[in-house]
Structure formats: C-alpha cells, structure tokens
C-alpha cells in the first residue's frame, strides 16, 4: 500500500515537474514574440525616419527650383518640378502609411507586453504552488 502511494507521488510530482517546464518554455515562446515585434517596430521607425529624410531632401528641391522658376519659361525646369512633386506626393504617402504600420506594430508590442507581464504573474504563482505540492510529495517521502 505505501509502495502504491510512493508510486502515485512520483507519477504526480513528474507531472507537476513537467507542466513547471511547458509553463517556462510558454513564457520563453511569449518573450521571444515580444522581442521580435520590438525589432520589427525599431526597423518600422528607421524606415519612416530615411523616408522622412528623403521627403525633407526633395521639398527643398522643389523649394530651390521655385525660386529658380522666376526667370524665363525652362521646359526642363519645368518637367523636373512636375517630376519632384510627384515624388513628394508618393513620399507623403509612403511615409504616412508607415507611421500607420508603425502605430500599429507598437500597440501590438503594448497588447504582447500586457500578456506576457499576465502570463509572468500567472507563471509566478503557479510556480509557487506547484513547489509548495513538490515539497509536500518530499516530506511524505514521494520525491
């Protein structure tokens, strides 16, 4: 009878070793996440900052041929600020489709950060009860 419950204290306190294990490697995955969506998101904003830059270089371009436009009609002046306000408008545009995907990849880095602080405290106390359970099997013998 107590080689039975010796047993069953071995069989309980593998399986609370292994959940302790798959609950650790659930927290690994989840930080790993979270990492990878803060690399993702600094990547997101060095890309917003070059097509700024980009942006700034071209209006100032436009700005110095405006200036140069006062003199006589230049068709090729002409045709080259027709060509550098297309490319501002396309700028424009990627740059602030790319603050809309960096706004987003922080709230899901904010969301992720939220559940993996949850699942750390979850973690915490599992953890906590799962070793009290594993103490309890050693003092009865079973560990």
């Known amino acids: ?9 071995n069989i309980t306190a593998d399986r609370l070793a292994e959940e302790l294990k798959q609950i650790e490697q659930q927290l ?5 996440q ?7 998101a600094k990547l ?3 890309a917003v900052n070059d097509s700024s830059w980009e942006l700034a270089d071209v209006e100032q371009r436009l700005r110095e041929l405006a200036e140069q436009r006062e003199g006589p009609g230049d ?32 709230e899901r880095a904010q969301i992720e950060e939220l559940a993996l602080a949850s699942a750390q405290r979850d973690w915490a106390v599992r953890e906590a009860a799962l070793r009290a359970a594993r103490n309890r099997l050693t003092k009865d013998g079973g560990w």
């Open 75 to 106: 068709p090729l002046l002409e045709r080259e600020i027709v060509h550098l306000t297309r490319q501002s408008a396309q700028l424009e545009e990627r740059v602030l489709t790319q603050l809309l995907q960096v706004d987003a990849l922080i």
């Open 28 to 32: 690994v995955k989840q930080r790993a």
């Open 1 to 9: 009878m107590a080689e039975k419950a010796s047993v069953d204290d």
């Open 34 to 40: 979270y990492q990878a969506l803060l690399r993702e």
């Open 44 to 46: 997101a904003r060095a």
